[in-house]
């Protein structure tokens, strides 16, 4: 079960990711509309549709590929990942105040997915570090 909870945490990770990508591909100001942001040209819709869509959907696919290959390198894109997330929404609420429900709630996804992909990492250099008999 150890080896096999790195590869179940990219997969699910990766769905989520995926998810997350094609949205905002489609419909980037759908996204975006559940913190208050407006989209209202051109350059705005393109930058989140490459930020939100292309690349969560990319994130999300290197998370997948993780399954099946080494699933280090993909751990920790996520762990750098949420922990950007994470910095961010910290100093927002430092300089900013509060935010809404919503970002509360990936604030805490966030964090818990960073604490889980470390824990993955680590059992993934536990198993590596195993002994292999033929």
Not at 27 to 34: E, H, I, R, S, T
Not at 90 to 119: M, Q, R, Y
Request: overall charge neutral; hydrophobic content about 55%.
């Amino acid at each position: 079960m150890k080896t096999l909870f790195p590869k179940i945490l990219l997969g699910l990770l990766g769905l989520a990711f995926c998810k997350t990508g094609i949205e905002a591909l489609i419909d980037p100001q759908a996204v975006l509309a559940q913190v208050g942001i407006v989209l209202d040209n051109a350059s705005a819709l393109s930058s989140m549709r490459a930020v939100y869509g292309g690349m969560h959907l990319a994130f999300g696919v290197f998370c997948l590929y993780g399954i099946f290959g080494s699933p280090q390198t993909p751990l920790v894109l996520v762990i750098l990942y949420v922990t950007g997330f994470v910095i961010g929404r910290l100093s927002g609420i430092l300089v900013d105040g509060k935010p809404n429900e919503f970002v509360v709630t990936w604030l805490l996804t966030e964090i818990a997915s960073g604490a889980l992909a470390i824990w993955a990492l680590v059992l993934v250099g536990k198993a590596e570090a195993k002994p292999h008999y033929t």
